[in-house]
């Protein structure tokens, strides 16, 4: 299998194959051998052969949910999933972008390619389609409970498979018939089964959770070199990574996280005892804490996700092997909506965490000497420049609007559907507080990383340091692109320049 591509197979699918696909690093690769195929439409023929012998499936003969009782007669059947995705029309809110779209569909066709959907393969090869021609049904994200699947937003891609609503297209909205008629692309008509198969799932928030679990990753790496840098610029006690201390609290993550800033400070201030001060403030000493959370996380995190993006998430389940149709709440996304509640919160406390340290960092009070707001200006224009206060104020809003956030949606469960979907997730909720956490998180850290530099750099000044390999090249990787800043000057720019960055993960950092 050549690496540019992820098989979608049924196999095993990974947190970094669903970003490859929406970032498009990597494109999405259906199985297209003969057994494949014959997996995957055994589903459909077994319930064309029920519906012969039986005349009866939930969600083809039936109505949805609480009107599970209501039976559709057979020549009206085949309109079942064209009312489904229609009178599911009803999302409201912003957009999916590009990237998380792609996440979605690529979250879903893997669902579907489990076989327990009895679906045929056709469908799966016209959402693989979708994805090669890179047409992406516009979704709006507000509308799902998350449980009894992403079904409002899920809507959106039945729909556009069907060739209505709008999709974007080379960046611009245009309708989705009009897109798929210049790419003589025919719309699909989609079997009984189909609308609720592509419905009934946790695809959205799985996808969110995939591209959120990256971010979060870099960010915990990021704001332990922030740490580095502080520490160096404050002259903080290196004492308080000693591997020995760190021994008697074995955390793997928060072990992990004290090795990687002891590896970044100078060996010398690593030698001898700290004697002008002993404790540092917490948002030093306590860094390894802090992160170390988010990574002792990260992992049971990936195992949530990969294990729900790796399921058969639907109901009714076809087991056309066993000739069974099990009926269940696969659709209910409670895994992610832990998941997702939990990594907002470790997320959130990294933003708060570097908040305290920029504090830290611009108060003369506290700073160990440098200049108040790191004001780079010459002496005789001191009293004019202001230097970092402004973005301190930011950070400390950024932070606020992130911790507000944190409230979990998991406990919001709102019975629903005539009490039929009376206990539900709200992880899509769970997920898009997350994203909007690590939007805001990333602003701290690009605020902070950008001043640390500066700090260092002032610390410098008077008696240059003896900086460590991983340190300098993070000065420089920053300087590159953020000049030192001796006059005001407004910053909106190199912070949204250094946010872009963080989003590409541009700086390395830890192996
Ligand atoms: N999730 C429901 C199906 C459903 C679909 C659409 C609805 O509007 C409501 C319910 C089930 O499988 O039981």
Redesign the pocket.
């Known amino acids: 299998m050549a690496n540019n591509t992820v098989l979608v197979d049924g196999g095993q699918l990974t947190i970094e194959d669903i970003c490859h696909i929406a970032k498009q690093a990597k494109s999405l690769k259906l199985d297209d051998t003969a057994f494949f195929k014959a997996r995957i439409n055994k589903g459909a023929e077994f319930i064309n052969t029920l519906l012969r012998e039986e005349g009866f499936v939930y ?1 083809v003969t039936t109505g ?3 009107s ?1 009782t209501v039976s559709i007669p057979m020549e009206h059947v085949a309109d079942l999933s064209r009312h ?1 995705y229609t ?2 029309g009803c999302g409201l809110g912003a957009h999916f972008d590009p990237a998380q779209t792609r996440a979605i569909m690529a979250v879903r066709i893997n669902s579907l390619a489990q076989g327990f959907s009895g679906v045929r393969y056709t469908l799966l090869e016209r959402i693989s389609g979708l994805l090669d021609h890179d047409i992406l049904p516009l979704i709006p994200q507000e509308g799902s409970v998350g449980a ?2 992403d ?1 409002t937003p899920l809507s959106y891609l039945a729909a556009v498979l069907a060739g209505e609503r709008e999709v974007c297209y080379q960046g611009q909205v245009r309708s989705a018939a009009s897109v798929f008629k210049a790419l003589c692309i025919t719309p699909l008509t989609l079997n009984p089964k189909e609308g ?1 198969a592509i ?2 799932g946790t695809a959205v928030m799985t996808a969110l959770a995939c591209l959120a679990h990256q971010r979060a990753a870099y960010l915990a790496q990021l704001n332990t070199r922030i740490t580095s840098l502080v520490s160096i610029a404050l002259q903080g006690n290196a004492g308080h990574f000693d591997e020995r201390l760190f021994g008697v609290k074995p955390h793997a993550g928060q072990i992990k996280v004290a090795g990687r800033i002891r590896g970044d400070l100078p060996v010398a201030a690593l030698t001898g005892r700290n004697d002008t001060r002993l404790q540092d403030r917490y948002s030093l000493r306590c860094a390894p804490h802090i992160i170390g959370v988010l990574e002792d996380a990260l992992p049971w995190f990936r195992q949530f996700i990969e294990n729900e993006l790796n399921s058969a998430n639907d ?2 389940i076809i087991d056309a092997e066993n000739g069974r149709v099990l009926h269940g ?1 696969h ?1 209910y996304g409670g895994h992610i909506a832990f998941a997702m509640d939990s990594m907002k919160t470790a997320v959130a406390n990294l933003a708060d965490l570097m908040d305290r340290q920029l504090a830290q960092l611009v108060d003369p009070k506290f700073n160990q000497g440098l200049p108040a707001n790191l004001s780079g200006a010459k002496a005789e224009h001191a009293m004019l420049n202001h230097g970092f206060k402004a973005v301190q104020i930011a950070v400390s809003a950024w932070t606020a609007e992130a911790l507000k956030l944190t409230m979990p949606a998991s406990v919001f469960s709102r019975s629903t ?1 005539c009490h ?2 009376d206990k539900v997730s709200m992880g899509t909720i769970a997920a898009r507080d997350c994203i909007r956490v690590l939007e805001l998180t990333e602003q701290v850290a690009a605020a902070t990383l950008i001043a640390a530099v500066q700090a260092v750099e002032l610390r410098g000044a008077g008696q240059p340091l003896v900086l460590g390999a991983n340190v300098s090249l993070t000065l420089s990787q920053v300087r590159e692109h953020v000049p030192f800043l001796e006059s005001d000057r407004a910053l909106e720019q190199p912070l949204r320049l250094c946010l872009g960055l963080i989003r590409d993960e541009y700086w390395s950092l830890y192996e």
């Open positions: 969600g949805y949910g609480d599970c489904l009178f599911h009894s699947g079904l609720l419905m009934n109901n009714p709440g659709f559907e039929n979907q």
